[in-house]
């Protein structure tokens, strides 16, 4: 987004957008093998909720090596996820990144950064007595906003009991708020504050701005390079066309822009959780091509981290809680990791949707269309067979049909017409005009399977297959209710250290909020964490402590 400036005598000027990025955790400190939970809002320049970027990073960096890379979905300005800890990270601070594709434009020196410190007490770790050990406790920040206070109904809790949660004084303004309870431990960082992040915004800029990377302002973009299968080399022939889609049974279906030198760039819509991506080139010519996809993931620059000296009177504690980590996931391992994706958006519906159960079973695909599916047809040239369906006129069969195998685009179509049709679970006819990339269909013929895993084909030399990891799904935060006797006596063991995260609670002009939260089993101080930031760019950062006691 390019605003012009003119003033008289001067010369013309260019203001650019600038995003930035601000994260909040549900804490500081980790067991290796925890979920670490996030907030993610991304603001223009002047700290104001913006909703220009729809896909969000965040990266787990030990030193300059990503450990764990995530995308989130971005709605309004605002996306929530998480990451799960590798438990084999080994005792040490760690960088936790954040950025969007658009701020890449600006360099790493405008990306969100924090420390993070995490523990593993399985793998060996310099101990140091208190004496010699680098005092890691900051005081925490004072409220700078009094008007705003947090407060809970008690003090002080028992376990597995009821606590709730008062956020008074806020302005008339809608906020987006994160709310988190969480463990306080011995081991602390320097917290970082949204409010600390927002002071740095004017200093934080970038006069070098180029506007190469696009913004992803609809979905996920993917990018790669065309290879010509013969040399290994880019691609150099004009009017390739590729295809990206994600193999299952609803069309998911995207076409690239190739610019001379053979880089695509996919515009895709919302796809939640790793999937499978597959890629094919399409062109008129007798050349084979691949598409090899890269990373969405940038390099990072070194930044080396102070080394983590554990005291040894915290070696109790930390083996205590690493255990309840690992207890926690043995016993409520379906509650924890409670995930559910959102559902694609449709391609469309096809024209007629053909179930093969419910007709006599061929051992031919050609026997099936001849007898069943009267709107598709084999056609036989050259020697090898194709497929073609009625065009939207229903006077003639289409020249250009698109055949998808479990949504895979195959343009050998011998193969679909070779495929064992047991394997198959239906046949769905789409008809009318569908262009992608500039290449014209009249008609598309998509084969699923049961399993949705193109069993029984043999695909195209040239098509590619990739693991990725898309934007999250939803995940639940787990915690259990205590109500009632019931639930109270659970046998169940409730070794939570977040005891509440709630990271998409929005104000709408209320000047007051109340939140439920239940308490576990482990005793000790909690620090209640409340952060938001307003459409008129107001952040809000206020803290408090409870107590369980047994």
């Not at 601000?22 to 067991?31: A, L, P, S």
């Not at 463990?183 to 927002?198: F, L, N």
């Not at 109500?483 to 409730?494: H, K, W």
Request: charge should be negative.
């Amino acid at each position: 987004m390019l605003i012009l400036f003119l003033s008289a005598g001067t010369s013309p000027c260019f203001a650019v957008f600038q995003e930035r990025v601000y994260v909040q955790t549900d804490k500081q400190f980790y067991m290796a093998g925890e979920l670490l939970w996030l907030k993610l809002y991304t603001t223009n320049a002047d700290g104001k909720l913006s909703s220009f970027s729809k896909v969000g990073y965040a990266e787990l960096l030990n030193d300059s090596i990503p450990e764990v890379q995530i995308r989130l979905d971005l709605v309004n300005g605002s996306g929530n996820g998480w990451m799960e800890l590798p438990v084999t990270l080994p005792t040490g601070y760690y960088r936790l990144v954040a950025y969007t594709r658009y701020m890449q434009n600006e360099g790493e020196k405008v990306f969100f950064e924090k420390r993070i410190t995490i523990v593993n007490p399985f793998l060996p770790q310099e101990i140091r007595t208190q004496a010699e050990t680098l005092p890691l406790t900051f005081p925490k920040t004072a409220n700078p906003d009094p008007a705003i206070t947090v407060s809970t109904d008690k003090d002080t809790y028992h376990p597995r009991s009821k606590g709730v949660i008062h956020i008074q004084g806020l302005p008339a303004d809608s906020i987006t708020l994160s709310v988190s309870v969480a463990g306080t431990d011995p081991v602390q960082t320097e917290a970082s504050s949204i409010r600390k992040w927002k002071e740095t915004l004017s200093s934080n800029s970038s006069p070098d701005f180029t506007p190469d990377i696009l913004p992803e302002y609809e979905g996920p973009i993917y990018e790669g390079q065309v290879i010509d299968r013969s040399n290994n080399q880019p691609a150099t022939e004009y009017g390739l066309t590729g295809l990206l889609s994600f193999p299952g049974k609803d069309i998911r279906l995207f076409s690239g822009q190739t610019d001379k030198s053979g880089h695509i760039t996919f515009y895709t819509g919302a796809t939640h959780g790793k999937k499978e991506v597959a890629t094919v080139a399409l062109n008129t010519s007798d050349k084979s091509y691949r598409i090899d996809l890269q990373s969405p993931f940038p390099e990072h620059m070194a930044k080396p981290q102070p080394a983590l000296y554990l005291d040894s009177t915290w070696h109790r504690y930390l083996s205590e809680r690493s255990l309840g980590v690992q207890v926690m996931q043995v016993y409520t391992g379906d509650s924890i990791n409670r995930i559910e994706g959102a559902e694609p958006n449709i391609f469309s519906k096809p024209y007629k949707s053909y179930i093969l159960d419910e007709y006599t079973r061929f051992p031919f695909i050609e026997e099936i269309l001849t007898e069943f599916i009267p709107i598709a047809r084999i056609n036989k040239k050259g020697g090898k067979r194709t497929f073609s369906v009625l065009t939207e006129q229903m006077d003639k069969f289409s020249t250009q049909t698109l055949v998808l195998f479990d949504n895979i685009p195959v343009t050998d179509q011998e193969q679909v017409c070779n495929c064992n049709p047991l394997l198959l679970k239906s046949i769905d006819v789409y008809l009318g005009n569908y262009i992608f990339g500039g290449q014209r269909f009249d008609g598309i013929l998509s084969f699923s399977t049961y399993k949705g895993d193109y069993q029984g084909i043999k695909l195209d030399p040239g098509t590619q297959l990739f693991d990725k990891e898309c934007t999250q799904p939803t995940r639940y935060f787990y915690a259990p209710k205590y109500e009632g006797d019931v639930s109270e006596r659970s046998g169940l063991p409730d070794f939570r250290h977040t005891l509440l995260w709630a990271p998409s609670l929005q104000s709408n002009g209320l000047k007051e909020i109340t939140i439920p939260f239940y308490t576990s089993d482990l005793p000790g101080e909690y620090t209640i964490t409340v952060e938001g930031i307003g459409k008129d760019g107001k952040v809000i950062h206020v803290t408090n402590a409870i107590n369980i006691t047994n």
